[in-house]
């Protein structure tokens, strides 16, 4: 057993934080919040292309570094650290690991490279209007390969290339790629709570739709793409939980109140302490979800759940508290607590809000302890 | 013990209700969340007229002296006007801060000239205050202030910075709390002066708040001259002044944030699913229950408050209460609200989704609520050391002359 990185990973880790660090600073991040007219920033995502990460899982075969999924739980980490203002999630957690998981051998040959190279954004459309997605509530439809209905809110859907649809084939839901730059395809780009990431509704008028793995496997495969994608988030909520216990610490360190420093205050120390013990706690059920990722486990749903409910939990209350510590100042425009406040709250809606999970985990659980 | 009406406190609720229903509708908007960012100039418009119109029926302040143009009412009538208003849609906010905290610190302190010069003119929404208290140095340790006010003559001359400065945008007036003597302990070189915002020297810079919207300004202030018939108590002693600005604004704060469980009952309600509607989830009615018992735990606590009121005692500290567990709420709550909508929650966009809209204003708003007038850590630290007695903290600045307190810069 070894529950830690291993020195290549820590190695990749850390050269993916200087070069984060340098690449992706506050000011880039601001740059895309500030402008209603960009959902991400094209220049870092060439950049993240050129380090090669959005094929770091991805075989070499295809194009990709052909590493494992550690290390690419380890870059997550560090891109949610800096709550980077990219398609990176959608792309590459979502569309990539879709692929991998249930494409054909020519749907692989034709996407991966192209992932890989940066030359296509991805997106994961399974939500239509308010709720938790039901195959029971799916209006979406595949007939004759032509794809009708409308997907709403679609991470991404604004700048991608390609989608993954759950839509129904006959009675069975089912996933499908569509290209969204093909014919009878709309978008309408939406506001978010998270202006550094984007959204749409994507409305499909017979767009052609090609099904990625078997007839009515959708659902299935869509929980199996989301049990890969909450591992990986919850490196990125994990990322951002920890910068912002550093914002909080160093602030505390340096603002007076009362004489003191308000880091000399219990209830300051408490809240710091509290932020601490849930990341912690956090990362250890994301490095267990990575390990099943990576070695392709049965407890993988388990694991994902567990990681997915601890890192929403744990981001959430480190933005929120990370705000309250910085007092008046952590409730402006132009210091950075927010940004994470959003990006807290964007990553736990992206994949399903925890709700979902928890009951995914119990049932899971339930099945597992069975009498 | 009677949480209904007695007979002429129905007797008054039907008068309130049928006045309101009279004369509120025509001012009514259609508001998102508490805190709410649209200063237009027609909702500003709109206010004052509808201030005007409550204190010409004597519904404006109704606990105030008659001499004062309020009432001569008792608390209870104005919980019950509170609640009918409440149903309307008008609730304003320009004026709490000026009549809940400035005005009240005026009438408490000033001369009977200056008195009659204000007092009429803010309860009728003719003119609106704003509270200079908090400053780079110090929101939490008001008595931190550098803001510095000289003696020149029958003048002063006031040099500095406020900071976080609600409605200063939009303010005719203001109380402001200045350092008069950095050789004193910081509480004994502290006085309060009131202030006309339009004063040459006063610049006022809106900030951009996390919410998106810009409530709150940094207020600068170069060669400032007031008079010295415009201090509000004695030289040194503006402290005490203070405390009574901040035990009305226990008092003004810790009311309705705007969101509460009904709001998030009616979107369980709409929101289907594969089982009927989210509202029939138990782990949401759980939640549902415990938001419901906590507003009414802080419903009635105000309540009993109003009642201490009545009796001629002065609000205590207890009334830390209200706020800590309305501003929490609000975080909760909207986040609970937005998380129910599943992915959905993201979209942030009042045309698209109404109901979610006001959650989201309440979840970016929330966090402010926390912080202004009394932070959630300064609040329990009252409760703990004012209502419980415990002992404080170990105190280094409270002996130490002003200047030679440690800041960190
Ligand atoms: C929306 C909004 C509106 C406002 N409007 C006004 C206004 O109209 N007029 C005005 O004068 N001010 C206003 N303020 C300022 C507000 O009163 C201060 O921001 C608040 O009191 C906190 O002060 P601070 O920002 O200096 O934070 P700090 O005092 O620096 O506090 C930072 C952190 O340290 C904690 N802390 C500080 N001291 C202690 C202690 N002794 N023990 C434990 N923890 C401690 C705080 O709880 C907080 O978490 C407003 C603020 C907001 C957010």
Request: hydrophobic content about 45%; proline content about 5%; some cysteine.
């Given at each position: 057993m070894n529950f830690d990185y291993s020195d290549d990973q820590k190695f990749l880790k850390d050269e993916a934080r200087k070069f984060l660090e340098a690449e992706c600073t506050p000011a880039r991040v601001r740059a895309v919040l500030d402008d209603a007219a960009r959902s991400y920033d094209e220049g870092l995502w060439a950049k993240v292309a050129a380090q090669g990460w959005l094929g770091a899982a991805i075989p070499e075969a295809h194009g990709g570094l052909g590493l494992g999924h550690i290390e690419l739980c380890a870059?997550?980490?560090?891109?949610?650290?800096?709550?980077?203002?990219?398609?990176?999630?959608?792309?590459?957690?979502?569309?990539?690991?879709?692929?991998?998981?249930?494409?054909?051998?020519?749907?692989?040959?034709?996407?991966?490279?192209?992932?890989?190279?940066g030359e296509v954004i991805g997106a994961f459309a399974t939500a239509e209007g308010p709720g938790a997605v039901s195959a029971?509530?799916?209006?979406?439809?595949?007939?004759?390969?032509?794809?009708?209905?409308?997907?709403?809110?679609?991470?991404?859907?604004?700048?991608?290339?390609?989608?993954?649809?759950l839509a129904k084939e006959g009675a069975q839901p089912g996933l499908f790629l569509v290209d969204l730059n093909g014919p009878g395809v709309a978008?309408?780009?939406?506001?978010?709570?998270?202006?550094?990431?984007?959204?749409?509704?994507?409305?499909?008028?017979?767009?052609?739709?090609?099904?990625?793995?078997?007839?009515?496997e959708g659902l299935a495969l869509a929980e199996q793409v989301?049990?890969?994608?909450?591992?990986?988030?919850?490196?990125?909520?994990?990322?951002?939980?920890?910068?912002?216990?550093?914002?909080?610490?160093?602030?505390?360190?340096?603002?007076y109140a009362f004489g003191r420093v308000i880091a000399s205050y219990q209830a300051i120390k408490h809240k710091l302490a509290d932020i601490y013990v849930k990341n912690e706690l956090a990362r250890s059920n994301a490095y267990y979800g990575a390990w099943a990722l990576n070695a392709g486990a049965a407890e993988l749903p388990i694991a994902a759940s567990a990681a997915r409910v601890a890192a929403s939990d744990a981001f959430w209350f480190a933005s929120k508290e990370n705000v309250q510590t910085h007092g008046g100042m952590g409730f402006t425009w132009e210091v950075d607590c927010h940004l994470y406040y959003r990006r807290s709250r964007q990553l736990s809606l992206v994949a399903g809000a925890p709700r979902v999970w928890k009951e995914r985990l119990v049932s899971h659980l339930e099945r597992r302890n069975a009498a | 013990m009677d949480f209904t009406d007695s007979p002429e406190e129905a007797a008054y609720?039907?008068?309130?209700?049928?006045?309101?229903?009279?004369?509120?509708?025509?001012?009514?908007?259609?508001?998102?969340?508490a805190m709410e960012d649209d200063e237009s100039h027609d909702d500003m418009a709109r206010g004052k007229a509808w201030q005007a119109t409550k204190a010409a029926a004597g519904y404006a302040q109704i606990t105030w002296p008659k001499e004062w143009g309020g009432a001569g009412g008792t608390p209870m009538q104005a919980?019950?006007?509170?609640?009918?208003?409440?149903?309307?849609?008008?609730?304003?906010?320009?004026?709490?801060?000026?009549?809940?905290?400035?005005?009240?610190?005026?009438?408490?302190?000033?001369?009977?000239?200056?008195?009659?010069?204000?007092?009429?003119?803010?309860?009728?929404?003719?003119?609106?205050?704003?509270?200079?208290?908090?400053?780079?140095?110090?929101?939490?340790?008001?008595?931190?202030?550098?803001?510095?006010?000289?003696?020149?003559?029958?003048?002063?001359?006031?040099?500095?910075?406020?900071?976080?400065?609600?409605?200063?945008?939009?303010?005719?007036?203001?109380?402001?709390?200045?350092?008069?003597?950095?050789?004193?302990?910081?509480?004994?070189?502290l006085t309060m002066f009131w202030i006309d915002m339009k004063s040459p020297g006063i610049e006022v810079r809106p900030i951009h708040q996390m919410s998106g919207g810009s409530n709150f300004n940094e207020v600068y202030f170069t060669d400032v001259r007031v008079k010295d018939s415009q201090r509000l108590g004695a030289v040194d002693d503006g402290w005490k002044v203070s405390l009574v600005t901040l035990m009305n604004e226990r008092l003004a704060v810790g009311g309705g944030t705007g969101i509460d469980y009904s709001m998030i009952l009616k979107l369980a309600r709409e929101l289907k699913t594969d089982q009927g509607t989210a509202l029939g989830d138990q782990a949401f009615r759980e939640k549902l229950a415990d938001w419901y018992v906590q507003s009414e735990g802080l419903k009635f606590t105000r309540f009993r408050t109003m009642t201490a009121l009545s009796r001629g005692q002065t609000p205590g500290p207890e009334s830390s209460i209200g706020k800590i567990i309305a501003a929490n709420q609000l975080q909760e709550l909207s986040n609970a609200a937005v998380e129910l909508e599943d992915q959905y929650g993201i979209i942030d966009d009042a045309e698209l989704a109404p109901l979610s809209a006001a959650f989201q204003g309440g979840l970016l708003s929330a966090p402010g609520l926390r912080i202004a007038g009394g932070t959630d850590e300064i609040l329990k630290n009252i409760i703990a050391e004012r209502v419980l007695g415990l002992p404080g903290d170990i105190r280094v600045d409270k002996d130490v002359p002003f200047k030679d307190m440690p800041t960190g810069r």
């Open positions: 870059i997550a980490e560090e891109l949610g650290r800096v709550c980077a203002p990219i398609p990176f999630a959608s792309t590459v957690y979502f569309l990539a690991e879709a692929l991998l998981l249930a494409g054909s051998e020519a749907q692989k040959a034709e996407w991966l490279p192209r992932i890989a190279a029971a509530g799916l209006q979406a439809k595949v007939e004759g390969g032509k794809l009708t209905g409308t997907k709403v809110p679609v991470t991404d859907g604004d700048v991608a290339g390609v989608a993954v649809v978008r309408e780009t939406l506001k978010t709570l998270d202006p550094t990431r984007g959204a749409a509704r994507l409305t499909f008028t017979g767009a052609p739709a090609e099904r990625l793995g078997g007839p009515g989301m049990d890969r994608a909450a591992v990986l988030i919850a490196f990125e909520q994990v990322g951002g939980a920890d910068r912002c216990l550093i914002m909080a610490k160093d602030y505390a360190l340096e603002r | 609720r039907a008068k309130a209700r049928a006045w309101l229903e009279e004369n509120a509708p025509k001012y009514a908007v259609k508001r998102g969340a919980v019950i006007f509170g609640q009918e208003e409440a149903r309307f849609g008008v609730g304003f906010g320009y004026f709490t801060i000026g009549l809940g905290m400035c005005v009240p610190t005026v009438m408490a302190f000033a001369d009977e000239a200056t008195k009659t010069r204000f007092v009429g003119p803010a309860l009728r929404g003719e003119e609106i205050w704003c509270q200079l208290f908090s400053e780079p140095s110090g929101g939490s340790d008001v008595a931190a202030a550098r803001t510095r006010a000289v003696r020149d003559g029958d003048d002063w001359i006031i040099n500095g910075q406020k900071v976080w400065t609600s409605g200063a945008h939009y303010s005719d007036f203001g109380i402001v709390l200045v350092r008069t003597n950095p050789d004193a302990p910081k509480h004994k070189g």
